[in-house]
T-cell receptor
């Protein structure tokens, strides 16, 4: 069974640009959640999707948005990038809400 | 406010030795507690997940304990190996209509030869 796949693995963007990250969950999993991890803040929850609906949202500005498709694949978008958005963005999938989450390898975003 | 506190923040041990990592939480109502291992630059990997009724759960050389009364959990690593060098993150899930996960800041473990 393939694991959670995140693309791209690495990304360099300029301040003010926007970026879209992709996450393909484990086959059969319907819940996808996104996290930002920085050395100073640790893992912080961004949002969670289940059956194409956002079910939970963390405390991030509106520049951070996401969506989930009918095949459970999810995308996360960050607009008007800031230097502070440089981080490892992790996606996790689970079969249902509040069940064990399996993480992808992450996308390392660097904003210059 | 839901919080998860982990200690120590970092730990250095010699290969072959045992160690115990601590996790205290104030998350309520409690649903489950998970321990993850995260190698540098990679995604976390689940080690154990424990519900309210479980006191101990093992995964190879990793043994997690949970005391729901005192809201404490520990992760014991036996006969450490160099590959155990990683960050260990405690995550507590609240039993709410909209799932909420509270993450600890992690314990950075370094196993030296």
């Amino acid at each position: 069974k393939a694991g959670v796949t995140q693309t791209p693995r690495y990304l360099i963007k300029t301040r003010g640009q926007q970026v879209t990250l992709s996450c393909s969950p484990i086959s059969g999993h319907r819940s996808v959640s996104w996290y930002q991890q920085t050395p100073g803040q640790g893992l912080q929850f961004l949002f969670e999707y289940f059956s194409e609906t956002q079910r939970n949202k963390g405390n991030f500005p509106g520049r951070f948005s996401g969506r989930q498709f009918s095949n459970s694949r999810s995308e996360m978008n960050v607009s008007t990038l800031e230097l502070g958005d440089s981080a490892l963005y992790l996606c996790a999938s689970s079969s249902h809400l509040n069940t064990e989450a399996f993480f992808g390898q992450g996308t390392r975003l660097t904003v210059v | 406010k839901n919080q998860v506190e982990q200690s120590p923040q970092s730990l250095i041990i010699l290969e072959g030795k045992n160690c115990t990592l601590q996790c205290n939480y104030t998350v309520s109502p409690f649903s489950n507690l998970r321990w993850y291992k995260q190698d540098t630059g990679r995604g976390p990997v689940s080690l154990t997940i424990m519900t309210f009724s479980e006191n101990t759960k093992s995964n190879g050389r990793y043994t997690a304990t949970l005391d729901a009364d005192t809201k404490q959990s520990s992760l014991h690593i036996t006969a450490s190996q160099l590959s155990d060098s990683a960050s260990y993150i405690c995550v507590v899930s609240a039993r709410t209509g909209r799932r909420a996960l509270t993450f600890g800041s992690g314990t950075r473990l370094q196993v030296q030869p």
